[in-house]
């Protein structure tokens, strides 16, 4: 296993590359022993894969480049330990560059997949609600009538969640567009992702909401709510990015919350203080914190 002094001079090192000296040092990063080990800890032989998957995202994404590696790994480890790919393309789990630190993302696909893991779902939904369609709703009861052929516009009045497990319990909730609305200004910093896809981001905030209050959670699904980065504050906001981070939000259903405006960093610009965040990194590595 490689040593806190190791690992430091093999991150230092990257420092002398000129050319394409951010995607050597991600690329460096991942083949290293120590980084390999983790992910080999937690995915066995699909590790490689799931690196490879890694340096390909980091590769078509400019903006996630301006993002400090490290960060990009550790976020990679939460969507490795709950087993979930971050391919954009899938929409189950995202790396997304907050300034120049990345975070993962949850999107909603990520909620379903994890509730499927249990085996104890035998229906579990959540979609937008169109102006005509929600004929009845008690929300004492839990009695919804919606009528899908009924709708008048295009124009969403609400969303609704649904589970039922294989033991006969269900659970329906029904939000209007305005209690998503008053969540969102609650509980979000940053509205950049809602103003990429509102629906998507209400639809998730619904799920999670149903899912973390009635349904079965598992470890997994424990970690994912607890862990989930889309209400957090942000402070490191710049007018560079305004047309932001697409990559996160481009595949259908899901989208990032809270992505800041990047703040420019130069590839070539090693960042102030890097020395010691590469001790710290070095030294949570040998004490398998990341």
């Not at 699909?46 to 960060?71: G, H, V």
């Not at 889309?230 to 990032?256: F, H, L, M, P, W």
């Amino acid at each position: 296993m490689a040593t806190s002094q190791s690992l430091k001079n093999s991150l230092t090192n990257q420092k002398q590359n000129q050319v394409s000296q951010q995607g050597t040092t991600m690329k460096s990063l991942l083949s290293s022993p120590a980084v390999l080990k983790r992910f080999e800890e937690v995915l066995g032989k699909r590790a490689t894969q799931f690196t490879a998957s890694i340096l390909s995202l980091y590769n078509s994404e400019k903006m996630l480049q301006k993002a400090d590696p490290m960060s990009i790994i550790s976020s990679a480890m939460v969507a490795a330990t709950l087993d979930l790919p971050v391919d954009k393309n899938l929409g189950y789990m995202y790396i997304v560059p907050y300034g120049t630190t990345a975070t993962p993302i949850m999107g909603y696909k990520g909620y379903i997949q994890l509730a499927l893991r249990s085996a104890q779902y035998r229906y579990i939904n959540v979609t937008p609600i169109h102006e005509g369609e929600l004929i009845k709703w008690n929300p004492l009861t839990e009695e919804i009538e919606i009528d899908f052929e009924a709708r008048a516009s295009d124009a969403v009045i609400g969303y609704a969640a649904y589970f039922e497990l294989l033991n006969g319990f269900r659970k329906t909730i029904y939000w209007t567009k305005e209690q998503v609305e008053k969540h969102r200004k609650k509980f979000s910093k940053s509205d950049f992702g809602w103003k990429n896809d509102w629906d998507a981001m209400a639809m998730k905030t619904v799920l999670k909401s149903l899912l973390s209050k009635w349904g079965i959670l598992s470890i997994e699904m424990q970690k994912a709510v607890v862990e989930d980065n889309d209400e957090r504050e942000i402070k490191d906001i710049t007018s560079e990015s305004q047309n932001g981070y697409n990559g996160a939000i481009e595949a259908e259903g899901v989208v990032a919350e809270d992505i800041p405006m990047d703040e420019p960093t130069p590839a070539e610009k090693q960042p102030e203080g890097k020395d010691d965040e590469l001790d710290k990194v070095a030294k949570e590595f040998d004490e398998g914190l990341i």
